[in-house]
């Protein structure tokens, strides 16, 4: 009996030590990121602010704001009447129209007497186009199946306007008086169109969106395979340069073809074009974003990323990068073929054949460098190159450490054990008008969605993922509008 009875004793001692390592070891970074990493599985319990959330989004969804024959002007009065409805000023929500049909929606919440200057939350309610027949779900309709919200713009960037005013009215509601204003902006034409809100605003009625720094859309949480890798924080981003690519003839009957072709020239050149690398550059924000992700990827790709963070001329850590798209236009400025016309008639030599080539800027790379690139790699005086726009400056800005910190604990709360990860965007956002300007600004949206199809067909974000990103934001904002010390 004493011999059992010690056994016993030392069973359970040895037990009691074995779930002691095993909360140490729960405790301890790379087991505890393991088990966090996973993508919820559980069902959110929806709250009323959601709910608020999902109603303004559907309704924003719902309206046309593509540039053919929509209009952002009927938005921003739509979300304009709730916001007011729900207590706020007329002073306090102003719709500027900067062009017929183009409206933006700037709302301010009023903090204490200022001593610092605002936050601003900027979105875009303009989307790109969406014909009904390229799509097996009607664009304009949004459409809630399978655990996802369909709808042209769910992902980019009405999902952002939606949350954003939610938030607002959110604090409005529970008494919180911010010890900044906060300044919610939802903005036109930033996908293209002619009439952009935000340079106009800046231009004529600068004070409107006067703030310290702006949250943007541009940053959100990478998933893979179901599994949360890191949340990225845009701190930069690509400059915009469309060059076109042009070639004449005097053309003839296209039963005597000559060599002297415009289609086939220019056909030469778009191949050199296609074929080319730009060299790899890094700069502070890829080279940490790099850094970082090395450890987060496949060890098969990772030690490809601490190679190039440690010497950007590795031509095979290049190389092995380049072979994924995101990572290639990380590393490198990029130029591609987006549209092409030419010849005019079936049985004619092509008079003309021209080519539009959308380039993709490094932050700190010169347009002219690029365009003398681009002349030499097609060497043929027959193809003309000309520039369809000014490459608008983009400089990378950086996180306060005060602001990083915050970032990072919000993160945790939220999903524990996910790094956030400064990135640069590949694209471009209406940020550049604002660091142009000096007002620092940041991708921050806490929206872990995966591959959404922005800009294609069935555009479509999961719906967990949204309430997330609103609750994130909520907690985020709240948070920067209290005194932070750096």
């Not at 009405?158 to 008086?177: H, P, S, T």
């Not at 169109?193 to 720094?213: C, F, Q, S, T």
């Amino acid at each position: 009996m004493r011999r059992r009875s010690i056994c016993r004793s030392i069973c359970r001692s040895l037990f009691a030590l074995a779930t002691v390592l095993v909360a140490a070891l729960a405790l301890s970074a790379p087991f505890h990121q393991a088990l966090s990493a996973q993508a919820p599985a559980s069902k959110r319990v929806l709250t009323k602010w959601d709910t608020l959330a999902h109603d303004l989004f559907k309704e924003l969804i719902e309206i046309n704001t593509q540039e053919s024959n929509g209009s952002t002007l009927v938005a921003a009065k739509a979300m304009a009447a709730h916001l007011k409805k729900a207590g706020f000023p007329d002073s306090d929500v102003v719709v500027v129209e900067n062009a017929p049909r183009k409206g933006n929606l700037i709302a301010r919440l009023h903090g204490k007497p200022a001593t610092k200057k605002p936050i601003m939350l900027l979105s875009h309610i303009d989307v790109v186009e969406a014909k009904p027949e390229d799509w097996t779900l009607p664009p304009f309709t949004f459409v809630e199946k399978d655990s996802t919200f369909y709808g042209r713009g769910v992902s980019d960037d009405k999902d952002d306007g939606a949350i954003n005013l939610a938030l607002i009215m959110r604090l409005k509601a529970e008494g919180f008086v911010p010890e900044r204003d906060i300044i919610v902006a939802l903005t036109t034409d930033e996908e293209g169109g002619p009439n952009n809100g935000v340079d106009w605003i800046l231009k004529n009625r600068p004070k409107l969106l006067d703030a310290e720094y702006a949250l943007n859309e541009g940053g959100g949480g990478r998933v893979k395979d179901g599994k949360f890798v890191s949340h990225d924080i845009q701190a930069a981003e690509k400059k915009v340069l469309n060059i076109t690519l042009e070639s004449t003839n005097p053309g003839g009957h296209s039963s005597v073809p000559v060599k002297d072709n415009a289609i086939t020239h220019l056909s030469d050149a778009l191949v050199k074009i296609g074929a080319f690398d730009f060299p790899v550059h890094l700069n502070d924000i890829t080279r940490e974003y790099f850094r970082r992700s090395a450890s987060l990827v496949d060890p098969k790709i990772g030690w490809a990323m601490t190679a190039i963070a440690e010497n950007e001329k590795d031509v095979a850590a290049a190389a092995a990068l380049a072979a994924d798209p995101r990572y290639n236009s990380t590393m490198r400025t990029t130029c591609v073929a987006t549209t092409i016309e030419g010849g005019h008639a079936k049985n004619a030599l092509p008079q003309r054949a021209k080519a539009n080539v959308n380039c993709r800027i490094l932050p700190d790379a010169d347009a002219k460098d690029v365009i003398a690139t681009i002349n030499k790699v097609i060497g043929d005086p027959k193809v003309v190159v000309t520039v369809g726009n000014e490459a608008r400056n983009s400089p990378a800005t950086m996180a306060s450490p005060a602001l990083m910190r915050e970032l990072d604990r919000v993160t945790q709360e939220m999903w524990p054990g996910v790094g956030v990860i400064p990135t640069m965007s590949t694209g471009a956002t209406d940020g550049s008008y604002l660091r142009n300007t000096g007002i620092p600004t940041f991708g921050v949206s806490g929206q872990f969605y995966g591959e959404s199809n922005a800009h294609g067909m069935n555009e479509h974000i999961p719906q967990r993922g949204f309430y997330d990103a609103n609750e994130f934001m909520y907690r985020l904002v709240k948070s920067l509008a209290r005194p932070i010390v750096n």
